[in-house]
């Protein structure tokens, strides 16, 4: 076989994620954008919702440790291991998007209460840390793809963006919990 004939016939082995990256992308970002702007429900008392910020933080704080994980790993040149970690930081962050949801479906927002120099970093935390969430979303999906394709020169190369950015959000994430949690 030729070179020509065997990248055409490893082109026909990858699969197009862009479709479905698209809709998970316009999903979950429309999802958050609304749910900022609608109230929250009243009179719900199935459980304590204050509990879900909480939540929230632990799963962010699992998901920056994963990824920290898979840096190392995939550092040391362990895929298998490294694709574990970013398993890992998938799920934690699926599960940190169910609580973030549900808690803002189930109570309204909570405004920070500090003044002064601490509310501007709070804010400059926050602002940053929303838009890069945004941000991320694609490019973890993008990245994964790439990964599940074998275009490991094309991963690498959005890799080199994904992880600083996604490990920013995680940690960012816990930052803006601690920093507002005496509000709640």
């Not at 935390?125 to 890069?132: D, E, M, Q, S």
């Amino acid at each position: 076989m030729n070179q020509r004939q065997d990248v055409l016939q490893q082109t026909d082995r990858k699969r197009n994620y862009k479709p479905a990256i698209i809709i998970i992308t316009i999903v979950i970002n429309g999802l958050v954008a609304l749910l900022a702007g609608l109230p929250g429900v009243e009179n719900f008392t199935a459980f304590d919702v204050k509990i879900l910020p909480m939540l929230n933080a632990i799963f962010n704080s699992f998901t920056f440790l994963f990824l920290v994980g898979a840096l190392v790993a995939i550092i040391k040149k362990n895929v298998t291991v490294h694709r574990r970690f970013i398993y890992a930081a998938f799920i934690t962050t699926t599960l940190f998007l169910v609580t973030y949801v549900g808690h803002h479906l189930l109570s309204d927002s909570t405004p920070y209460g500090g003044t002064g120099l601490m509310a501007g970093v709070y804010y400059f935390i926050l602002i940053t840390h929303i838009v890069l969430a945004a941000i991320i979303v694609p490019l973890a999906l993008i990245s994964v793809a790439r990964a599940w394709n074998m275009e490991n020169e094309r991963h690498r190369k959005i890799v080199r963006w994904t992880m600083p950015i996604w490990l920013y959000v995680s940690l960012t994430g816990v930052l803006v919990y601690v920093m507002i949690s005496p509000y709640y």
